[in-house]
């Protein structure tokens, strides 16, 4: 099983690798962009409109909701809702960040390398004791997962900061 889960670490890993420097703007540029590219990640507003792409199962065949972590709701509408509300009382516009992990279409990743992944990501941009989400799809037998957390920073009500994102995204691969 160990063994098993380093293989697919490691695969997630050169997956990290050849997208971390793919798209940084999903949703962020256009409204209307509603596809998120292979290792897209960004900066964002528009809780409900990506709550909606998130839970959409006419392109996916199996969407699940794997965590919603540090959130009231136990609904994803409900939980990017209570981001919206608390980044109010900051000047904030993009109060959330999003990131998607999309494997090779002939990869298999398990859900613990996943979550490996996603806890070193979380950890190097600081976002680790920030509210999160993880959705899971499924679309032609192939898994992939978007993570989105908040960025408000409740203590002292600002937006964490996410500087050289790329960067820290290409440490992280070569990391795992």
Do not use: Y
Request: hydrophobic letters at 40%; glycine letters at 4%.
């Amino acid at each position: 099983m160990q063994e098993e889960c380093l293989d697919s670490i490691e695969r997630l890993e050169q997956f990290l690798e050849r997208t971390a420097s793919a798209c940084l703007a999903c949703w962020a540029a256009k409204p209307s962009n509603r596809s998120c590219a292979p290792g897209s990640a960004g900066q964002r507003g528009g809780a409900r409109q990506l709550a909606t792409h998130l839970l959409n199962t006419r392109d996916n065949e199996h969407v699940v909701i794997h965590e919603l972590r540090d959130f009231s709701s136990n609904d994803l509408h409900s939980a990017f809702q209570e981001i919206e509300a608390v980044s109010r009382g900051t000047r904030a516009t993009q109060f959330m960040f999003s990131l998607s992990l999309n494997p090779p279409p002939r990869e298999q990743v398990t859900v613990e390398a996943f979550q490996a992944a996603i806890a070193a990501i979380e950890i190097k941009l600081g976002l680790d004791r920030q509210p999160r989400a993880i959705v899971f799809h499924e679309k032609e037998g192939r898994r992939h997962a978007h993570v989105v957390w908040s960025r408000i920073d409740t203590e002292n009500m600002k937006a964490i900061n996410l500087p050289h994102l790329k960067l820290k995204l290409q440490d992280v691969a070569r990391q795992l």
